[in-house]
């Protein structure tokens, strides 16, 4: 049965290990992804009034981590139905659970030692995840490139 | 013709155009209006006349008088005739007698009223038709504002005008120049640029934008031209100093040797210390040679479809053979589910020698410490990772890795002549790929190759 999975990132390609630590534990099991950034909107109206969030992740994401995007949906399209990028602007556990219905998560992968370390503008939202109640699982990879032999995803663009 | 005399003329050419229309029309239009006025004053003094002369009261008479007097200046030559014509046959002989155009007669008799001009003398009359006969009633005046007011402007305007292009051609030549000595400037500076002192650099210049990027732009050839200058040297010292080693060593081998008789022995070793040395001298000059000849014969290898993941382990098959205590290890954990997605375009022999290129040197320099070699595709690219954790290079010589002949200054203890990465880089090169070092020094070196995805 299809999975729809909340991952948080913030851009950088470390953050995409949970992404690959959560595909790898659900081998063989079909899964939509959604790569979510939070990021406080602006209070400009202007800029709400020509705000879109396409755009926006278009200019936040580098080419790096859309080519980290792409190599674990290359090693991974059999059981990787869609994967895209949402924005989520909200700032509590409400909007937080609106998110979480409207998108229809199902589970929701976090990492355990990894900390976000958000883009200017950009914020943390695993407290908030955390105090929404909702079921999550938390991976933890190694931060050792030099002992481990696995192949962290960071050490590709490093 | 230099570009400041070209526009100069330009400029002064269209300006005059406008200058000389704008005056031109001023002029026209404003005539054209002094006449009209003219003959405006000209028929309010005829009513005047007219009801003056036709009124019974002999008191609005006096008051019309008094207001023509008061209030209507005497215009310069201005003679006021009432005419008594009995019949239209008389006309001819009224306006011989009065010295009176006859066409104003005519015209008036006609249509009532007429105007009419005879040199700088302006006629208006009109016909009044009474019981007896009928009367004209005519004006004259000369145009004083016509004859001075017009003359006056038309010298002003010309005058103006000319004093105008004066200045104008004054302006431009002076703008014109502002803007371009310090292209003056900028040529005589580049051109004092010579081979022995292309360490100059044009001076920033603050006022103008496009003169500053100007400079710039010329600055950062400098930069490039610098920089191939310096390869070159670098190049050719290095070169000289690969090809010195070896040949002083046979020359002082076989100096020592040929001092005095030797055993047979101590001739074979000379020689085979001799036969070493010319095979390095024999292999550098070949590989150069390959080299050089990757940079010209592009077009002439023959491509193929190529799976990487194979080239991968024939490659590491062959470290095993030339190194056989090497550890690398070959890591497919992101390697893409479908194999279309792992396949280039490229000429295999090449390729297998860039990627054991790479591989023997991540054993070289680390000393045979693990080396892992992993695959992974994007959607259009196919990326190689070759991480070591070897001795690294310095930052500030990672500009000149790719040189030929070049070897980083903390490679003294391993053997090697600096021609295996120019290589590599010129075979990815032609595969239209891209080779990324990125080092740390003493933990080691990531290689990145990237190549096209072979499109189907």
Known sequence: ???????????????????????????????????????YISDSITELLF??????????????????????????????????????NGLNKNAFLNFYEAHGIDIIYLPRDYRLKPLKNGFDPIPIIKKSKVAYREVTWSNDHSTSSKNELNQLFK | MSSIRK??????????????????????FLSN?????????????VSVAEKRHFESNKRYAQVLKSIREEHLELLSDEKEYILYCPNAASIKQLAETNSLPINLLNVAYAQQSAN???????????????????????????????????????????????ISILLII?????????????????????????????????????NTEEIKRLTTTFNNLLNRIEIAFETNKNFISNASHEFGTPLTAIIGEADVTLLKDRTLEEYKEALQKILKQS???????????????????????????????????????????????????????????????????????????????????????????????????????????????????PESELPFIFDPFFRASNTAAYDGYGIGLPLTQNIIKIHKGELIINSVLHKGVTVLVKLPMATF
């Open chain 1, 51 to 88: 705000y879109d969030p396409a755009k926006k992740i278009k200019e936040l994401a580098s080419s790096d981590i859309n080519d980290a995007i792409a190599i674990i949906n290359n090693t991974h399209e059999s059981s990787l139905h869609t994967i895209k990028i949402e924005l989520f």
């Open chain 2, 33 to 45: 209006y002094s006449y009209a006025d003219f003959y405006k004053r000209l028929e309010a003094r």
């Open chain 2, 7 to 28: 526009i100069t003329i330009l400029l002064i050419i269209s300006i005059s155009l406008i200058l000389f229309f704008l005056g031109s029309s001023v002029y026209y």
């Open chain 1, 1 to 39: 049965m299809e999975k729809k999975i909340l991952i948080p990132i913030d851009f950088r390609i470390e953050s995409l290990n949970t992404l690959k630590y959560a595909l790898e534990e659900r081998r063989n099991k079909k899964s939509n992804i959604i790569l979510m950034y939070s990021e």
């Open chain 2, 170 to 206: 004054y302006l431009t030549h002076l703008f014109s120049k502002r803007f371009f000595d310090p292209i003056d400037n900028i040529i005589s500076k580049v051109n004092s640029i010579s081979t022995d002192n292309i360490h100059l650099r044009l001076d920033d210049i603050k």
């Open chain 2, 279 to 393: 095979e390095r001298l024999n292999k550098i000059s070949q590989s150069l040679l390959f080299l050089a000849q990757i940079g010209y014969k592009e077009n002439k290898f023959n491509y193929n479809i190529i799976r990487t993941d194979e080239l991968i382990l024939q490659a590491n098959e062959i470290m095993n053979q030339l190194i056989p205590k090497n550890n690398i290890k070959i890591d497919f954990e992101l390697l893409p589910e479908n194999p279309k997605k792992l396949k280039v375009m490229g000429n295999k022999d090449l390729l297998m020698l860039a990627i054991t290129n790479i591989m023997t040197n991540a054993c070289k320099y680390s000393s045979n410490k693990p080396v892992i070699v992993s695959l992974a595709s994007t959607n259009n690219e196919i990326v190689l990772i070759i991480k070591d954790q070897g001795i690294g290079i």
């Open chain 2, 116 to 162: 009419f001009q005879k040199d700088d003398v302006f006629y208006f009359g009109k016909k009044r038709e009474t019981p007896k006969g009928f009367y004209f009633v005519i004006v004259s005046a000369k145009n004083y504002y016509n004859t001075h007011h017009l003359i006056l402007l038309r010298k002003v305007l010309v005058v103006g005008g000319l």
